[in-house]
């Protein structure tokens, strides 16, 4: 059973920054694909960023631009850098991860973008 542990939520002003990590209890490289999804309340849970293991990389087009998801080996995470944020970026977000025809979810992190 993989586990993934979120990290990185909060509170930041429109316009601001925050970065999100994600860290498996498997090596980053065995993934066949890992991501970022988002959901508020009484929505579907949506795209917002993913990765395959081949290093390439996938965006929601409300985030192209401002977000960039990245793994890091040495800390072994998945991460995912958010500038200019808005308020309508407001969710929790979730760590995604395929991996050997199975789909694994972390349990979120809450975002909050207001004055």
Known sequence: QVQLVESGGGLVQPGGSLSLSCAPSESIFSFSMM???????????????????????GY?????GRFTISRDGAKNTMDLRMNDL??????V???????????????????????
């Open 60 to 64: 929601g087009d409300s985030v192209k």
């Open 35 to 57: 991501g970022w999804y988002r959901q508020t309340p009484g929505k579907e849970r949506d795209m917002v960023a993913v990765i395959y293991g081949s290093g390439s990389t």
């Open 93 to 115: 977000y979730y760590c995604n991860a395929y991996i050997k025809g199975s789909n694994y979810w972390g349990h979120g992190t809450q975002v909050t973008v207001s004055s």
């Open 86 to 91: 808005k308020s309508e970026d407001t969710a």
